[in-house]
């Protein structure tokens, strides 16, 4: 079945450092991939997403590429802040299928 | 401004008892989710619902339920028979033309807690 495989947290950095969290997945056809941050005691908001392959998605500094030869959508940031301490969800979106299919989530703590 | 709405945003129940959490959307999306979130976990499906008057079970649907007699509104109710309902609750809500292309857009959460 479809599948998403994030890595583990928490992944912890120093501000200004080179941010990458890996998202891989499994999925019949060819998904929509997103990536979604939590912020402590909130909702997730929409960060980036990518509908076909090749594809970059980008937002507040953030980018992944949808590369359907490695199956992966990678988020990176060139230079993380403390503001970006949060939650991040790689998920997949199928036609045939009304659910989201979610990554377990990776924590991102950013020390000063 | 459009959007999606949970309340309340904390909510405590007594054991035994059950609880409504509500969440409405103004984005005219025809599809609506129910997620729990436990501490340092990912989003488990409890409920979804495609249209109105319609619903599906999602992975832990167990002492749970929900209705959908409107579109706009999607409400879930906690049950006595949910053994352990603390947890964060999220609801969501995504457009139906294209679902391969739209992501889901989520309310603010409810952490529901028992005493």
């Known amino acids: 079945g479809d599948s998403v495989t994030q890595m583990e947290g928490p992944v912890t950095l120093s501000e200004e450092a080179f941010l990458t969290i890996n998202c891989t997945y499994t999925?019949?056809?060819?998904?929509?991939l997103f990536w979604y941050v939590q912020y402590p005691g909130e909702g997730l908001q929409l960060l980036l997403k990518a509908t076909k392959a090749d594809d970059k998605g980008s937002n507040k500094g953030f980018e992944a590429t949808y590369r359907k030869e490695t199956t992966s959508f990678h988020l990176e940031k060139g230079s993380v802040q403390v503001s970006d301490s949060a939650v991040y969800f790689c998920?997949?979106?199928?036609?045939?299928?009304?659910?989201?299919?979610w990554g377990a989530g990776t924590k991102l703590i950013i020390k000063p | 401004d459009g959007g999606i709405t949970q309340s309340p945003k904390y909510l405590f129940r007594k054991e035994g008892q059950n609880v409504t959490l509500s969440c409405e959307q103004n984005l005219n999306h025809d599809a609506m989710y129910w997620y729990r979130q436990d501490p340092g976990q990912g989003l488990r499906l409890i409920y979804y619902s495609q249209i109105v008057n319609d619903f599906q079970k999602g992975d832990i649907a167990e002492g749970y339920s929900v209705s959908r007699e409107k579109k706009e509104s999607f409400p879930l109710t906690v049950t006595s028979a949910q053994k352990n309902p603390t947890a964060f609750y999220l609801c969501?809500?995504?457009?139906?033309?294209?679902?391969?292309?739209?992501?889901?857009?989520f309310g603010q959460g409810t952490r529901l807690t028992v005493v």
């Open positions: 998920a997949l979106a199928v036609d045939s299928n009304y659910q989201l299919i």
């Open positions: 999925a019949t056809g060819y998904p929509s």
């Open positions: 969501a809500s995504r457009p139906w033309d294209s679902l391969m292309n739209t992501e889901a857009f």
